[in-house]
């Protein structure tokens, strides 16, 4: 066989977009169905209080009205938590409840044979609500005397542990050093904010439920809403449609979601229900929103001695389905690229009267990137070193893996000092007389990418597997089918798959059709496209698929060719005796032979069809290093991003033209987290509905350098890039700033670093 890969590193233009730009795409919003209702989900206006009536009346009897749902109706439904913490005292939360914890928390559901009319009663509903004390603010739900949103807990601490050394432990580690830099960072909430909200559609029929959704996760889709609502998995079928953008939010099923489902159920008809922008930001799961006192300390040469990171995370009004995952990656990631004697971290998650939090894009990552990479910024100025020299100096080197952290992670392959060798030579910075004041700032980080092993998934506590499968399919006419329990959400995995499987099997690209998302045509797939794991564990999969698949496919050529299979090769749409240019069978022969059951080997059953399983034996870890320029305007504190570099590392790249539109589209959107975008609250605990994420205007333009260094674990090669643009752009640009800003550098500790931020700083 040959070892050419016409199709893996391809620079291959992605297949979805000709279908997507033409609006020949299915979202959930073009689904329609015979019969079709329409539901809107009436919330609660106040953010603590207990319903004393629900108000319902009205909405019932209004004109077009099929159907009302209230918590009467929903007492036992209820939706998991997948990830739940140590000593966490609830594993579910209910779709319904009377008491109420956070505004834009579902109330009701109104059903009505348009969606006007749905909306329009929906407006009829007046809650009577025994308003309670807000709590805004993690480190205010904390304090003593703090309102309690679950009494019967006492407190409305959620858990308290410890990650890598302890606490004591690097603090005796610190007290020897002899520099040491301890600063407190706020990390302001954001939303994922995808071009496409959340939406639904539920059909019930002869007792069986299919749903349409906009969803990363299909099987976890199903399996959650058959549990919630009693009804057999198997006769529950989801279809994932085209998903506008998902970021995170898409995960997993929503209370207002299970309300369509339940309504189809009740009603026998099929129910729709779509996200309105102002629902988004008041229920689809923000995240980010964490405080860090992080203290970094070094001996007399500038060696890092210790990092610790005391973590506190603000859950919102309940654990959600990730509950305190993203808080632990922070803990679990904190050592980033460099070598310390100890390194812990303490995490504390509390719960507070706001939207619950989830997942978004760099899961933790980019918050702890933030505070381990400010830290470093600020004790080179403490010690009058280069940052870049300082970071090199302390950087884990090729050499030395693979490695496990302080942390328990364990680091696969890579060149660290590298990238960011790589990227101090890629910044270039005009100089210009206008009145501001700029400077470059660095990042690097190492990304956890390939969630799976499912082992270490449950020694967690996560109620999930991680294991990916894929089945490939030879036609007879030898086109080829690839079917994954991944699915796509914008970032080209349909056409890094139809790759994968064209390179393996020596047929061309245009012959091979992906099928994703489907749970009945589907394999089983816990928790989805989530994680960076689509092609770093879906691929795998597909990887051993395709390899068992072209092994049978030459096996049938050897017996009817009567040579050894070592004498074969696969090229040119057929299996060649290697030297003999005469001597060869098409694929399609081959094909056609198998499907028939004619001329095989004794050993081969008839078809041409392999499946297999890929669980991982360890996350695979992608890393890259960052910089940005900026001009600061003092007198206004108006930040502009005049550049942006970045090195990255994410394994075998399948395709680099996903890849550099995933790093672009990623660090936008960590231009966003570290200069405009927050979800604020009001002191009485109502989302503030002014909401600013970067436009063209901040987005600057980036530069991308692609290292490729395999993961000796994935097969193939392959390690996650789908968050790693997100990662390092706030610690980059923050770094920046006060690079800028040296006066103020000691108080560039929150995000975002907004005008009115930046200029207070500098006057305060």
């Known amino acids: 066989m040959n070892d050419h890969h016409p199709y893996i590193g391809a620079r291959v233009l992605r297949r979805e977009d000709a279908r997507l730009l033409t609006g020949r795409a299915c979202f959930v919003a073009d689904v329609r169905l015979p019969g079709m209702a329409y539901a809107a989900v009436v919330r609660s206006p106040v953010a603590h209080g207990r319903v004393t009536r629900c108000g319902l009346e009205a909405a019932r009897t209004a004109r077009d009205v099929l159907d009302v749902i209230g918590p ?53 509903v007046r809650p009577d609500i025994d308003e309670l004390p807000a709590v805004v603010g993690v480190e205010r ?55 496409e909200p959340r939406g639904i559609v539920a059909s019930w029929r002869d007792g069986e439920l299919t749903v349409w959704a906009s969803t990363q996760s299909p099987h976890q889709v199903r399996d959650h809403a058959a549990d919630a609502l009693g009804i057999a998995h198997h006769r529950v079928r989801v279809i994932g449609c085209d998903v506008g953008g998902a970021f995170g939010a898409k995960e997993h099923l929503y209370p207002d979601e299970v309300l369509a489902c339940l309504a189809a159920v009740r009603l026998g008809r099929p129910v729709r229900w779509i996200e309105t922008r102002v629902d988004h930001l008041a229920a689809t799961l923000p995240a980010r ?72 894009r760099g899961f933790g990552q980019p918050e702890i990137t933030w505070t381990r990479e400010r830290l470093v910024d600020e004790a080179a100025r403490l010690i009058a070193l280069d940052p870049v020299e300082l970071r090199l100096r302390n950087m884990i080197g090729p050499g030395e893996l693979p490695c496990v952290t302080r942390t328990g992670q364990a680091y696969d392959s890579g060149d660290y000092p590298r990238a960011l060798r790589a990227v ?40 999930a597997g991680g294991f990916e499968a894929a089945v490939v399919r030879m036609e007879p006419d ?19 798959l139809a ?42 999969a597909l990887t051993r698929a395709a390899a068992r698949l072209r092994e049978r496919i030459v096996a049938i050529a050897a017996h009817q060719l009567e040579v050894a299979p070592q004498d ?44 297999a399983s890929y669980d991982p034996s360890g996350y695979t870890y992608a890393y890259g290093a960052h910089a940005a320029a900026v001009a600061v305007d003092p007198e206004t504190g108006a930040v502009e991003v ?3 570099w970045l090195v990255n590392d994410s394994g075998v790249l399948v395709n680099p033209v996903i890849v550099e539109g995933q790093l672009k589209g990623g660090v936008v959107q960590g231009v966003g987290m570290a200069l405009t975008e927050e979800l604020l609250y009001s002191p009485d605990g109502r989302p503030l509905a002014e909401y600013l994420p970067p436009t063209a205007r901040e987005a600057p333009d980036v530069e991308v350098v692609l290292l490729r260094t395999p993961s000796p674990l994935t097969p193939g090669g392959m390690k996650g890039v789908g968050e790693a643009g997100t990662i390092g752009p706030p610690a980059a640009i923050g770094n920046a700033v006060a690079a800028a800003l040296p006066e103020i550098a000691g108080r560039v500790v929150a995000t975002p670093l907004t005008p009115q931020a930046v200029w207070s700083a500098l006057n305060g």
């Open 72 to 124: 009467g109706d929903a007492t036992s439904v209820r939706l998991p938590c997948v990830s739940p913490a140590p000593g966490q005292r609830e594993s579910s939360y209910p779709v319904l409840e009377e008491t109420v914890r956070y505004a834009g928390q579902p109330l009701a559901a109104v059903v009505a044979r348009t969606a006007e009319a749905a909306h329009d009663a929906a407006a009829l």
């Open 141 to 195: 739900a904390l304090r003593p005397g703090a309102p309690l949103l679950y009494p019967g807990w006492g407190t409305n601490l959620v858990t308290d542990f410890e990650v890598g050394d302890s606490g004591a432990d690097c603090d005796a580690a610190i007290a020897g050093a002899d520099h040491v830099v301890e600063m407190t960072f706020r990390l302001g909430r954001v939303t994922p904010g995808p071009v």
């Open 289 to 360: 929103d964490a405080v860090h006192r992080g203290r970094l300390a070094l001996d007399a040469d500038g060696r890092f001695v210790a990092l610790h990171c005391d973590i506190l995370g603000d859950l919102g009004a309940h654990p959600s389905n990730v509950g305190i995952s993203p808080i632990a990656v922070s803990a679990t990631m904190a050592p980033g690229p460099y070598r310390f004697e100890k390194a812990g971290a303490r995490v504390r998650a509390a719960v507070t009267t706001t939207t619950p939090t989830g997942s978004y």
């Open 424 to 463: 101090h030579d890629l910044v270039r910075v005009r100089s210009r007389d206008d009145g501001r004041r700029r400077g470059v700032g660095f990042s690097c980080h190492v990304e956890i990418t390939g969630m799976g092993p499912s082992a270490a998934m449950k020694a967690a506590g996560i109620r």
């Open 478 to 496: 030898a086109s080829v089918v690839v079917s994954a329990g991944v699915v796509g959400m914008g970032q080209g995995i349909g056409t890094a």
């Open 499 to 540: 790759q994968l499987a064209a390179d393996r099997l020596g047929v061309p690209l245009e012959r091979v059709e992906v099928v994703l998302g489907d749970t009945a045509t589907t394999p089983y797939s816990s928790v989805g496209s989530i994680a960076s794991r689509s092609l770093a564990v879906g691929g795998g």
């Open 568 to 611: 074969l090769e696969l090229s040119g749409d057929a299996v060649r005796v290697k030297g003999d240019p005469g001597a060869f069978r098409t694929l399609r022969e081959i094909a056609v032979s198998a499907w028939r059951g004619w001329d095989l080997p004794e050993d081969v059953p008839p078809g041409l069809e392999e499946r």
């Open 642 to 644: 005049e550049g942006y």
